[in-house]
């Protein structure tokens, strides 16, 4: 069996493991993968440590005692696996300073639109509105997050959100910047993180644990896994 290191990135066949998995759960409003690869990034980057008893609501669109149906709890250990590598590569290539190429699907004519993945991102900037709004209203730094905001609100239901019309090549012009200012944002919050996390463990994760049936479930409930999402979902 092949063992991965906690920053191997996933491979094609991986990412579409975990969005087959999404789709699958009840409610139909868990994030597809795009949109969660943005939602992560805006977590890794932004102003406090963020856990996944807390988020994993956002990506699964509901508890996971409710949204989630594994089928044992080695798919479960699978699933949470592949979650905490894709989130340890993002992280990874932030901590280094280098810019991240978000993850984006292609429409049916190959062409990569970016309003999942900023969709995503602002899901994320949600989690911490009040610190992310200290960026919001920075002059000097703040423009570094126009690029998330035009494509999250190029489709919104009102006019006046609605950014003007963006060419095909305007929209790769605007997905370049966004990466740009994702590592910028991850930098503006550096310093305040590392005191965040000082209190909740490093800002790169390590391997994500195995999850035995009398273990705590990872979705934060405080019972065991097997009392909650390993009970109540497994077929």
């Known amino acids: 069996m ?4 906690q920053n191997e990135p996933l491979t094609d066949a991986e990412l579409d493991r975990l969005g087959d998995f999404l789709k699958s759960c009840k409610g139909g409003r868990a994030m597809n993968v795009e949109e ?9 980057s932004g102003p406090e ?5 807390e988020y994993y609501r956002e990506v699964f669109g509901g508890e996971m005692s409710d949204a989630c149906e594994f089928s044992s709890v080695e798919e479960a250990n699978e699933v949470l696996g592949l979650l905490m590598r894709h989130w340890n590569i993002i992280a990874s290539a932030l901590f280094k300073g280098e810019v991240y190429v978000p993850l984006l699907l292609q429409d049916e004519n190959g062409v990569a639109h970016g309003n999942d993945w900023a969709r995503g991102f602002m899901r994320g900037m949600g989690m911490r509105h ?11 730094h ?3 997050l126009i690029p998330m905001m035009m494509l999250c609100h190029e489709h919104d239901e009102d006019p006046e959100m609605r ?6 090549e305007q929209r790769e ?15 503006y919050f550096r310093s305040r993180r590392q005191v965040s996390a000082s209190a909740h463990g490093s800002d790169l994760r390590g391997n994500a644990p195995k999850v035995g ?13 097997k009392r909650c999402c390993g009970g109540a979902t497994v077929n």
Request: proline letters at 8%; a neutral charge; hydrophobic letters at 35%.
């Open 2 to 5: 092949k063992t991965f290191t």
């Open 163 to 168: 950014p003007k019309p963006i060419s095909t």
């Open 142 to 144: 703040g423009g570094c």
């Open 130 to 140: 009040d610190g992310w709004a200290e960026l919001v209203n920075d002059d000097k």
């Open 173 to 187: 012009d605007v997905i370049v910047h966004m990466a740009a200012g994702l590592l910028r944002a991850y930098q």
């Open 213 to 225: 049936r009398n273990d705590p479930c990872p979705c934060g409930s405080g019972k065991k896994y």
């Open 36 to 44: 969660l690869d943005g939602f992560f990034a805006a977590l890794i």
């Open 49 to 53: 440590t963020v856990m996944p008893s």
